[in-house]
């Protein structure tokens, strides 16, 4: 069972980014604590009965145009595949888009592999988000860190980031 939590209370359950984002968001973030080794999508979701369409992804891809990097982070449905080849390369404009090497993502957004979120992410880099993901009324993300998970509304994320809606999913 979860024990959701307005996220503004947990700040501890939250990598340093995303603490210091929360409150500029302007929505309703709750947060749980989950067992880090049950993180993963998969065992996450079989773990805490939440089924995978309520669960979103975020995958951070690259691609370069004139020898400068392009980072972006995408939200997918659980149960669904990302276009990064078609949409989001384009998107991009980029000639190929690939999801960055662990240790880059994690470097980068100061937040753990395995929870990455699309909250607290770089100014400069886009969020994507797939169009069924903001059907949600209710989605579970990332919160930075392994130890738990975000929840509020497909509509909220895109609030809350700035997102691009996109028909991303293949």
């Known amino acids: 069972m979860l024990d959701w939590v307005p996220a503004a209370d947990r700040v501890d359950l939250l990598a340093a980014p995303v603490a210091k984002t929360t409150p500029q968001t302007g929505v309703e973030l709750k947060v ?10 998969a ?3 079989e773990r805490y ?11 951070i891809v690259a691609g370069k145009r004139g020898g ?4 972006a982070a995408v939200m997918i449905l659980a149960d ?28 980068l ?3 753990e592999y395995g ?9 400069d880099w886009p969020v994507l988000v797939d169009e069924k993901v903001t059907q949600r009324d ?24 700035g997102a691009e809606v996109l028909p991303i999913a293949l």
């Open 32 to 41: 749980a604590e989950i067992d880090p080794e049950l993180s993963d999508t």
């Open 43 to 45: 065992a996450f979701c």
């Open 49 to 59: 009965g939440v089924a995978l369409e309520d669960s979103a992804n975020c995958v």
């Open 68 to 71: 400068e990097v392009r980072y």
């Open 80 to 107: 669904d595949r990302a276009d990064v080849n078609g949409v989001v390369r384009r998107h991009l404009d980029v000639r190929k888009v690939s999801f960055a090497p662990q240790a880059e993502a994690v470097e």
């Open 109 to 111: 957004t100061g937040m």
């Open 115 to 123: 929870g990455i979120t699309p909250i607290g992410l770089p100014a």
């Open 138 to 161: 209710f989605i579970v993300i990332g919160s930075g860190v392994r130890r738990s998970k975000l929840a509020l509304s497909g509509k909220a994320l895109v609030e809350a980031t």
